[in-house]
């Protein structure tokens, strides 16, 4: 059985590497008793499977870790595990499938919001980048700035009164969130608060439109239900 959890990654839990936080749930998992499953071979391990790696130092409450598991569901899994959770890795949902979604190959985007002053001045500018053919943004690596356009990667931008909200790609093509909105704060001549930066909804593609990771699962849930039911 398959057991997907949705959780936070929030407080000083926003700073560990992708690495580090599989550690913590394998850890995690001994100290509940769960029954997870393990790979054969000579070196064993866990059947455990992260998402999309989230960038240091961002929080989120739209996280999701698959797990290979014989407990009995994942509500009773998701009790277990928040039993012993360490803060700020608490899970919320839990959805119980058949087979391995495989989120980190699905993911295509995710909403940020970031707290903003000064952008509802210049909302109508700053929303309107998503109408935009091309928006060249300057990217730096190891010290090397390169240009390149992040309009195919921008899939909405939205201005309230205290925060500033971007959904843009996330998975196996990434548009980093804290450059970007730091990006619009210097082009349009406000500021962001990228500290308090925070990740709320990820998607899938489906049909060729964004869907919920939540209500994808959902369906895959219902799906094999029905199909047990036959």
């Not at 929303?127 to 060249?136: A, G, Q, T, Y």
């Not at 909405?156 to 196996?172: E, I, Q």
């Not at 930066?197 to 899938?204: A, F, I």
Request: charged share 25%; hydrophobic share 40%; aromatic share 8%.
């Amino acid at each position: 059985m398959i057991v997907v959890l949705k959780y936070n990654k929030c407080g000083s839990m926003k700073y560990i590497s992708h690495i580090d936080l599989l550690r913590h749930f394998t850890r995690a998992f001994r100290r509940a008793g769960l029954a997870i499953e393990y790979s054969e071979g000579f070196n064993p391990h866990m059947l455990i499977n992260l998402g999309t790696p989230l960038p240091l130092g961002i929080s989120s409450s739209a996280e999701y870790i698959t797990v290979r598991t014989v407990e009995a569901d994942g509500k009773t899994f998701m009790e277990k595990y928040n039993a012993v959770a360490p803060a700020g890795l608490e899970a919320t949902k839990a959805f119980t499938l058949e087979s391995n979604p495989n989120l980190a190959g699905r993911t295509v985007a995710a909403d940020y919001a970031v707290k903003q002053v000064g952008a509802e001045k210049v909302r109508r500018e700053v929303e309107s980048v998503v109408n935009l053919l091309s928006l060249e943004m300057p990217i730096t690596k190891k010290g090397e700035t390169t240009v390149k356009d992040v309009a195919p990667m921008v899939n909405g931008v939205k201005v309230y009164p205290d925060s500033l909200n971007v959904c843009l790609a996330a998975g196996n093509t990434t548009l980093r969130p804290d450059r970007f909105t730091e990006f619009l704060a210097e082009k349009y001549g406000f500021t962001v608060k990228t500290a308090e930066l925070w990740k709320y909804e990820q998607y899938v593609r489906e049909g060729g439109v964004l869907l919920e990771t939540d209500l994808y699962l959902e369906r895959l849930s219902v799906k094999e239900e029905k199909g047990s039911e036959i």
